[in-house]
């Protein structure tokens, strides 16, 4: 028979997200709360980054990514949270009841809440539709930092990497600093998918050479990667243009195209899902359409920065914490939709008047424009980026304004 | 010195010669298998869409066609032959859609095709049926033609399970070992291989794809044979969740099959666009990633393009490049004795239980002595796969060998414990560890596990971690340590 626990609100994953909401769970007064993490550490993917820029809001440091998890890491165990580790979660009904594995057997975990912080994974090279071969030698950026942060071992030495996402181009420094070539940063839009600090200090400060609305058309080499052949791309189709090809002999293939929530086992316990974000649907206090099962951080929505991340995971451990003592936030609330302009607003949801931060993201990269939230709230931007977040603050003064049971979130030119 | 010396030698573990291997071990005699490539399997066995198909209900089935004949004397084989062999075998069933009168009279003629020769489970259903047996197909359909008997397999498993059970009745098998020439000498053949000579009294050359060029040593080739390369993706199993059937559409042009098929795990195939193809060129074009799906889409047409997870081209050799029916090779070569060559094309995998055993007779029917194998024993159990198990066995797992309960494959759920008996098992590589375990074939494409096998496959088998490979020689996954490229002559 498999072990069985009951606790008051139960995390998974202990990333960024799940350590700060474990840790806000219990200060909001959960009595017991266990972290479920599949890793032999706290602290997720955080390990692997070990390049600085991590904490500059949430803690006014600037820290390196490990260290980053260690502070929440201390954090947690000195609240008490309890901790599974090397322990898989295979399983979450709609009762909160998980099922989990480790080397000392099947758990069954009963929760009177469960905070899901699984996180994402990075999208494949099927998904970008990549032709050619199928070689050694073609890895997504953040598999290859962990061979090279954590194992120690390099791809290559000859690195295309495909895609302008933060880990890529954290990636394209970091094998320069280990002396590999980056031989080009190949991106298919007209600018940047990442953080400009990192195209700045990754590519431009190295010299990366970046090839802008360009993209891989073809993969050489039928054991290992022998050449990549790339492509500019018309503006408007984003289809190559015939005649523009050029091949770059290369050992390896980064891939740095995009990142999935993992929203596995949310699909598992019925959760409602966000086709825009590809997580859940959720209320202000990050609660999902099924009672008592909450998101926070990249499981929720990709984050720009880990800062936001833990921020919002902690709301998600407060709701929880709240949900487990009995507290439930009632009422249909006020819909967010996202409009003109506008790729997605999180969370989908208001039910209450407590002040609510909106996080947002833009569909494409535009200046001098406006920011409208319904007619309760709008705000100018010299420029907006799909690389980075909007934060939009909404004052119970503000959400008392609010009529009709829906609120548009729109971009003006 | 001979480094073997045997009665007879199968060149060639792909799906048939492991068949030919494990039936010829019914029997007391010497039989040895090569295989160049670094597992069983790895040719066209694994590039397909796993159906076992049931003859009579194909377009270009013909019972006059030694083809036909295999593929239909295997139907009542395959799903005996994987309960023995402990392989998974799923029937599933087959829909194929009709959108007009034109096809429905080609389908009715198929029909009493196949009931002429005895073949009367095919069923029209209408539209009614039809959408409450699949709810989310393209409305844009008249009814389909229903085969409640296709199956799925899992081919690769399927060959290495009757590598494994041909190796407890005695065969000896070689991986990595490579034809390099063949020459007769009187009653025997000399056989040169990458690890040395062989001799053996018969030949059976199951070579796959190299078939034509293995029979060209002797001058055996008395056929022609025309690689015919085949672009399938496959899906997330999300998208498996939506059809419960192997759904066909006929297809619209030349060189093209419209197929969505469901795994015996989950994860659906798609495709097949074809096209003659240089040997060896595994690789896939834009235009045929875009056709697939366009095709897909007249079958299910809410399918987004992320949900491919993985796509690969395999090849099949034809006799004859015209589409829609060919026929296979399974004949002693006409000009040298004892030397059978052996090539389906396609299905390979549905036809190989009766193939084997035509082959057998084909070697008697040459001269080879059968005498039967009192010690023969069928049966071969497959490695525990713990995300099958109930959870009561798994705990009994974890309490014997802990490391059942590490996960080490998010997607798949495929634990350290399952890596490690696939290596004991035979597997030296990532694609290896894949094909046997399924780390690696989720939705992720391996971005969690391949640092994970890395590690246990160097620890493993004793080897550093840059010696690890994808595929075997020349595929290495990491090429360097960090700090390599700093240090000593490299700055």
Redesign the interface.
């Known amino acids: 028979m498999a072990q069985t626990l009951e606790v008051d609100v139960a995390v998974i994953g202990a990333g960024p997200a799940g350590m700060a909401a474990a840790a806000r769970a219990k200060e909001a007064g959960a009595s017991r709360v266990l972290l479920i993490e599949r890793q032999e550490q706290l602290g997720g993917l955080l390990h692997q980054c070990i390049h600085n820029g991590f904490g500059l809001f949430y803690f006014g440091e600037d820290l390196t990514g490990p260290e980053y998890a260690h502070r929440f890491a201390e954090r947690v165990m000195d609240l008490g949270v309890e901790v599974m580790l090397e322990t898989m979660v295979t399983r979450l009904s709609p009762e909160r009841e998980i099922t989990a594995v480790s080397k000392e057997g099947v758990f069954r975990i009963r929760a009177k809440s469960v905070v899901l912080a699984m996180g994402c994974r990075e999208r494949t090279r099927d998904q970008v539709q990549i032709p050619g071969s199928r070689p050694a030698g073609i890895f997504t950026a953040g598999t290859a930092q962990r061979m090279v942060n954590v194992e120690g071992l390099l791809p290559g030495r000859r690195i295309v990497i495909l895609g302008s996402g933060d880990v890529g181009m954290i990636m394209a420094r970091r094998l320069l600093l280990e002396g590999a070539e980056v031989l080009a940063v190949v991106e298919i839009l007209p600018y940047v998918g990442g953080l400009i600090r990192n195209e700045v200090q990754c590519l431009h400060d190295f010299q990366v050479p970046l090839f802008l609305e360009h993209t891989v058309t073809k993969v050489h080499g039928e054991r290992r990667v022998e050449a990549v052949t790339i492509a500019r791309v018309d503006r408007s189709t984003r289809e190559p243009l015939p005649g523009t090809e050029r091949t770059i002999e290369c050992d390896t293939l980064l891939l740095s195209v995009g990142l999935i929530p993992e929203n596995e086992l949310s699909r598992m316990a019925g959760v409602l899902l966000d086709p825009l974000t590809g997580g859940a649907v959720v209320d202000e206090s990050r609660q999902s359409s099924v009672p008592g099962i909450f998101a926070g951080g990249n499981v929720l929505h990709v984050h720009d920065l880990v800062d936001n991340v833990s921020s919002e995971a902690e709301i998600a451990g407060e709701g929880a914490a709240r949900f487990a003592q009995g507290i439930e936030e009632g009422g249909e609330g006020i819909a967010i939709r996202p409009g003109e302009g506008i790729r997605y607003v999180v969370p989908q949801r208001i039910r209450g008047r407590q002040p609510v931060t909106l996080y947002l993201r833009v569909k494409d990269m535009a200046e001098g424009v406006r920011v409208r939230v319904g007619d309760i709230w709008e705000r100018k931007f010299r420029v907006v980026k799909p690389s980075e977040m909007l934060k939009v603050e909404l004052s119970t003064d503000e959400l008392s304004r609010i009529e009709g049971r829906e609120l548009l979130v729109e971009l003006e030119r | 010195m001979a480094w073997l010396e045997t009665e007879v030698l199968i060149v060639g573990g792909g799906v048939l010669g492991t068949a030919v291997a494990r039936e010829l071990s019914r029997y007391r005699v010497d039989v040895a298998l090569v295989e160049k490539e670094v597992d069983f399997g790895w040719g066209s066995t694994k590039a397909n869409m796993c159906i076992v198909c049931q003859g009579a209900d194909a377009l270009e089935f013909r019972p006059e066609y030694r083809r036909s004949r295999l593929v239909w004397d295997s139907v009542p084989l395959m799903e005996p032959l994987c309960r023995e062999l402990d392989v998974p075998f799923r029937r599933i069933g087959e829909l194929t859609l009709i959108r007009n009168s034109e096809e429905m009279a080609k389908y009715q003629k198929l029909k009493g095709r196949a009931e002429k020769v005895g073949f009367d489970r095919l069923r029209f259903i209408g539209r009614d049926e039809l959408f409450e047996m699949e709810p989310h197909l393209n409305r844009n359909v008249v009814g389909a033609l229903y085969n409640p008997d296709i199956a799925v397999v899992d081919p690769v498993r399927l060959a290495i399970a009757l590598a494994e059970n041909a190796r407890e009745n005695g065969v000896k098998t070689f991986l990595e070992t490579e034809v390099e020439g063949i020459t007769s000498k009187g009653e025997e053949f000399e056989v040169q291989t990458t690890q040395g000579l062989v001799k053996s009294r018969f030949i059976v050359n199951a070579a796959g794809l190299q078939v034509d060029r293995v029979a060209r040593f002797l001058g055996a080739d008395d056929f022609v044979l025309y690689p015919v390369k085949g672009y399938i993706?496959?899906l997330d199993k999300?998208v498996g969740e939506l059809v419960r059937h192997e759904i066909h559409m006929r297809p619209e042009a030349p060189g093209q099959m419209n197929i969505l098929c469901p795994s015996v795990y989950g994860n659906p195939f798609f495709g097949i666009v074809m096209c003659l193809a240089r040997k060896?060129?595994?690789?896939?074009?834009?235009r045929?990633?875009d056709i697939a799906l366009v095709n897909l889409r007249k079958i299910l047409p809410e399918v987004s393009?992320?949900e491919?997870?993985?796509?690969?081209a395999g090849f099949m050799m034809f006799r004859n490049w015209e589409l829609g029916w060919h026929e296979c090779v399974v004949q002693p070569s006409r000009k040298v004795p004892r030397f059978i060559n052996v090539c389906i094309g396609y299905p390979g995998v549905s036809a190989a239980p009766a193939t084997a055993k035509e082959v057998v007779r084909l070697l008697e029917q040459e001269g080879l002595k059968l005498e039967e194998n009192p010690h023969f024993n069928p049966s071969r159990k497959a490695p525990p796969v713990f995300?099958e198990l109930p959870?009561?066995e798994?705990?009994e797992l974890?309490?014997k060998e802990?490391?059942y309960?590490?996960?080490i494959c998010?997607?798949e759920?495929v634990?350290e414990a399952e890596v490690i008996e696939a290596i004991r098992r035979g597997a030296t590589t990532?694609d290896g560890v894949k094909f046997r375990t399924r780390a690696g074939m989720g939705?992720?494409?391996?971005?969690?596990c391949?640092?994970r096998v890395?590690?246990i496959l160097a620890r493993e088998l004793g080897i550093s971690?840059?010696e690890v490979?994808?595929?075997?020689?020349?595929?290495?996954?990491?090429?360097?340590?960090?700090?390599?490229?700093?240090s000593g002559a490299?700055?």
């Not at chain 2, 060896?280 to 834009?286: A, H, P």
């Not at chain 2, 020689?473 to 700093?486: A, T």
């Open positions: 993706g496959v999300n060896g060129d595994n690789s896939i074009t834009r045929m990633m393009e992320r491919v997870i993985h796509s690969f995300s959870e009561s798994q705990e974890i309490r802990p490391r309960g590490h996960v998010r997607c759920t634990t990532l939705r992720c494409q391996g971005g969690y391949t640092p890395v590690k971690e840059k490979t994808k595929k075997g020689k020349g595929s290495p996954v990491l090429l360097y340590r960090s700090k390599e490229l700093l490299d700055t």
